[in-house]
């Protein structure tokens, strides 16, 4: 194993190491933006936590043909495309009125104010659901898997999404080959579990789509700064 290797290993689990600010002092930098959406250097640090392990895998199995110095500029890159498919639909969201915070320093605010309640609740014996404190990557995550059910729902109503019947035949087909293979399984009697299906496959090539023609105005300089220790 070569010194350049142990090198990369160690930065990595130097960063896992690493423990996190208290939401409350935190104060937002902003570093540019995704479709005119604010994108805030916490929120870089946020998905580069969220991906710090499948990159620490991926630079372990180069064994060695990757830096630290390059490990990090891979795990800020897939940061930054991570953040670039959830700004579109950010974006989308306040739109419609389904995404409650302005900006990032606001949902770190409802953060903390919700962890002193649900602490609270808990130390008075009430029954609360999920976790007695939600971190910034699981609160993140829970507030933004609810907004996007009523954004799908809105974007079929819209007719952004379209569904036909051919869609319909075609996804059952696609099913068919997979979950779907008994003959019990018929696209009347499942009807509503395959339009859940196609909507979901519609609306992430939407994203993709989105994703991919965004216009991304980030300070690089600023960006290529970023790293989970500041």
Same mark, same amino acid.
């Given at each position: 194993?070569?010194?350049?290797?142990?090198?990369?290993v160690l930065i990595l689990i130097g960063v896992l190491a /690493?423990?996190?600010? #208290? %939401?409350?002092?935190?104060?937002?930098?902003?570093i540019g933006t995704v479709d005119g959406v604010n994108v805030a250097k916490e929120e870089v640090r946020r998905e580069m936590r969220r991906y710090r392990f499948e990159v620490y895998n991926f630079v372990a199995s180069k064994k060695g043909e990757i830096n630290g110095a390059e490990s990090i500029e891979i795990l800020r890159k897939k940061a930054i495309d991570s953040l670039a498919v959830i700004?579109?639909?950010?974006?989308?969201? $306040?739109?419609r009125n389904l995404w409650p915070y302005?900006?990032?320093? @606001? %949902?770190?605010?409802?953060? !903390?104010?919700?962890?002193?309640?649900?602490?609270?609740?808990?130390?008075?014996?009430?029954? &609360?659901? #999920?976790?007695?404190?939600?971190?910034?990557?699981?609160f993140f995550d829970y507030r933004f898997s609810n907004a996007l059910i009523q954004l799908k729902q809105k974007l079929v109503a819209e007719k952004l999404i379209t569904i036909t019947d051919d869609n319909l035949q075609? =996804?059952? =087909?696609? /099913?068919? @080959? $997979?979950?779907?293979?008994? @003959?019990?399984?018929?696209?009347s009697a499942f009807a509503r579990q395959v339009k859940d299906?196609? &909507?979901? @496959?519609?609306?992430?090539?939407? &994203?993709? !789509?989105?994703?991919?023609?965004?216009?991304r105005n980030?300070?690089?300089?600023?960006?290529?700064? &970023?790293? /989970?220790?500041?």
């Open positions: 194993m070569t010194y350049k290797y142990l090198r990369s /690493l423990q996190f600010k #208290g %939401f409350a002092q935190v104060k937002v930098q902003n700004k579109v639909q950010e974006k989308l969201l $306040t739109e302005k900006d990032y320093q @606001e %949902f770190l605010t409802d953060l !903390h104010n919700s962890n002193n309640n649900r602490r609270k609740l808990s130390a008075n014996g009430q029954v &609360i659901y #999920g976790p007695v404190e939600y971190n910034e990557q699981t075609t =996804k059952f =087909k696609k /099913l068919q @080959e $997979t979950v779907y293979k008994e @003959e019990k399984y018929t696209l299906a196609y &909507i979901e @496959e519609a609306y992430a090539a939407l &994203i993709k !789509h989105y994703a991919q023609n965004a216009k980030l300070d690089l300089n600023k960006v290529n700064q &970023i790293n /989970l220790t500041n």
